[in-house]
DNA sequence: TATTGTTATACTCTATAACTATA
DNA sequence: TATAGTTATAGAGTATAACAATA
């Protein structure tokens, strides 16, 4: 058997060398790498990345919410209940289109998001610890050429 | 505001510049893309990844499955009866260990196989279509980098 | 005592369909 | 008709605990 095959299967074919299948374990690794630093916070990957873009775009849309992070609203709406029960979130009317919510963070939220930040900023130092600081620039392009539109 | 702020975070701490949350997402675009590759063959991603490594190891026992896939026990048990039900696994008696299963493929199982891989060969190609063959490789040695265990 | 494998169960994430209210 | 958001529900993945059989 050559060197040029695993067992049965040709080498580019293994498991092993299937990029999804590696992105799978390294997003699980990833995942539960962020639920041991955030336990604490009691924040989750999708409720922090909820909390993180209503900072950075003060006002947005549930539905423009469920856009950039490519979630379903119906999957979304109870997300929301969660975080304004919390007191982390408020859902304004929009002036003009009464169908509309505009996301804006309490200013409770406000005060605790940038320890929020400085966590996951650990915690990302900590599973990405054996990646160079150019390994890491290379790694967040490449993995952004797979799933980001090109149109937007 | 200056160009290294994203709004209200700073441009490191951006959800958009975390690698856990690019890994989410195009982990999620990866299989989506193999369900939608592999629909015929009702094979998903976890189910597909047993038959691999089995193809790979013949006669690997379950446990040592369930270790190479970082898959507990309790939910690799359904999914060996699920294969073994379809017909694809076969789970033989080890001869000194009686507690032990030993999985094979069955002849129609290894009679598919070359051609489940070179479908999910073709969705590899088609969800990484936009980087080159040096970035696929760089993005397989960065993302073994994150989750593979140096002890092994 | 430890390991292999099973069953039961609960939680999270995701998908679809049906619905209300508004544009 | 289309869009924004909600509710209900079902499927899949993963976690823990309790268990039986064997080492």
Redesign the pocket.
């Known amino acids: 058997m050559s060197e040029t095959r695993v067992r049965n299967a040709a080498a580019e074919d293994a498991l092993d060398a299937q990029i999804g299948y590696n992105l799978?374990r390294a997003s699980?690794l990833a995942l539960?790498d962020f639920s041991v630093e955030m336990a604490e916070t009691s924040l989750?990957?999708?409720?922090y990345a909820m909390l993180a873009l209503i900072d950075e775009r003060p006002g947005v849309?549930?539905?423009?919410?469920?856009r950039l992070l490519?979630?379903?609203?119906?999957?979304?709406?109870?997300?929301?209940?969660e975080l304004e029960e919390r007191g982390l979130i408020a859902?304004d009317d929009?002036a003009?289109?009464?169908?509309?919510?505009?996301?804006n963070l309490t200013e409770s939220a406000k005060a605790a998001m940038p320890a929020w930040r400085r966590k996951v900023r650990r915690h990302e130092e900590r599973f990405l610890q054996r990646l160079s600081r150019n390994e890491r620039a290379t790694l967040l392009r490449l993995l952004r050429l797979i799933w980001v539109d090109e149109a937007e």
Chains 1, 2 share one sequence.
């Open positions: 799978r699980a539960n989750r990957p999708v409720t849309r549930a539905a423009e919410l469920c490519g979630m379903k609203s119906a999957n979304m709406a109870p997300l929301l209940g859902r929009h003009e289109d009464k169908r509309v919510q505009e996301l």
